[in-house]
């Protein structure tokens, strides 16, 4: 059984960071494409990072580009977001995404809200 549980989201400042973590398991994690999305209310769920297994290469939108960096724990099936600088607009909830080409696999976490407000 797949599982992504992302935590880590809350409420926090202007300025301030959060740092969420999406916890795995049920596939192989070393071998997926990770990522992070984020749907605002109202809004479509936009991609906003992502980290590819073999290379590590990050892409990150340009909304988040210098403040937030995405990560990977292959030894703990775990991917992270750290937030810094946040803004009111950064304001959604996350979701992490796992896509394993090879099996033909895409899942999806349950999302953990993140409020930026002072």
């Known amino acids: 059984q797949v599982q992504l549980v992302e935590s880590g989201g809350g409420l926090v400042q202007p300025g301030g960071s959060l740092r969420l973590s999406c916890i795995t398991s049920?596939?192989?994690?070393?071998?997926?494409?990770m990522s992070w999305y984020r749907q605002a209310p109202g809004k479509e769920r936009e991609l906003v990072a992502a980290i590819f297994s073999t290379s590590g290469i990050t892409n990150y939108s340009d909304s988040v580009k210098g403040r937030f960096t995405i990560s990977r724990d292959n030894a703990k099936n775990t991917v992270y977001l750290e937030m810094n600088s946040l803004k009111a607009e950064d304001t959604a909830v996350y979701y992490c995404?796992?896509?394993?080409?090879?099996?033909?696999?895409?899942?999806w976490g349950q999302g953990t809200q993140v409020t930026v407000s002072s």
């Open positions: 049920g596939f192989t994690f070393s071998r997926a494409t």
């Open positions: 995404r796992a896509v394993d080409t090879v099996v033909y696999g895409d899942y």
